[in-house]
């Protein structure tokens, strides 16, 4: 049996915390999703991770700015399954899925596929114990850009894709028009909500689960292929050592 990446739609829909219209909307435009998904496996040539729409949108808060919050319309997250073996999956949330336009939901989606590429290259060489915390929503604004492989190396063929990335993420993820929809649309409708300290989006992975990590020798391929453009463009900027 396929697995449905909707499968938490459907349930939240039985469980009555979210309302039929809501639950149809995201089923309706999940089309969005699978083009996008089928569009970064063309242009990365790789397989996509396990990915599922999460019913409730996602929010980051901080301590120090406590009048703010930021919102995580998707995430990649390492998961260790019944079988103790560790999966990396990305997780996106009905509000991406129901409001967001169909650039931006094919930028986020390749987006999560480099943060997927990014942390398997450092699980492979046992260098995730613990990630570095952030303390305040804009160190972990740049702490995540600063991360992640040269979009114009993994998706080289798709200009318009990268158009896309480069376009909703200058220095993180920003798209007032669809904060402002999933705020009005979906928070102040009192749909399910879960909120995540900024200082808590840590990942912590035992060495023994990194060691049962199973990646395909391809991926590791290309994973080094394009970390070898990354080094290349620093090695030409200004300043380098």
């Excluded at 319309?73 to 169909?102: H, S």
């Excluded at 909500?193 to 199973?214: C, F, G, H, W, Y």
Aim: net charge neutral; aromatic share 10%.
């Amino acid at each position: 049996m396929s697995f449905d990446p909707l499968y938490k739609v459907h349930d939240a829909l039985a469980a009555g915390q979210i309302p039929q219209k809501m639950h149809d909307l995201v089923a309706e435009r999940f089309p969005l999703v699978t083009e996008g998904i089928s569009r970064v496996e063309q242009a990365s040539g790789l397989s996509y991770p396990y990915y599922y729409v999460e019913p409730s949108m996602v929010v980051s808060t901080s301590a120090v700015e406590f009048t703010q919050f930021g919102i995580f319309f998707a995430r990649t997250i390492p998961v260790v399954g019944d079988d103790n073996l560790l999966r990396v999956v990305v997780q996106l949330t009905a509000p991406l899925v129901a409001f967001g336009l169909k650039g931006t939901i094919h930028a986020i989606l390749a987006h999560e596929f480099m943060h997927y590429l990014e942390l398997v290259s450092r699980i492979v060489k046992m260098n995730v114990v613990s990630d570095e915390l952030s303390g305040t929503l804009f160190e972990g604004t740049y702490a995540d850009a600063g991360r992640l492989l040269e979009e114009r190396a993994v998706f080289k063929s798709d200009q318009t894709l990268i158009r896309h990335i480069t376009s909703r993420f200058p220095e993180g993820f920003r798209d007032l028009k669809l904060e402002d929809k999933a705020i009005k649309l979906w928070m102040d409708k009192g749909l399910p909500m879960t909120k995540v300290p900024i200082d808590s989006n840590v990942i912590k992975i035992p060495v023994e689960a990194m060691a049962r990590l199973q990646v395909e020798q391809v991926v590791k391929d290309k994973i080094a292929q394009y970390e070898s453009v990354k080094l290349r463009k620093r090695k030409g900027q200004p300043g380098y050592v």
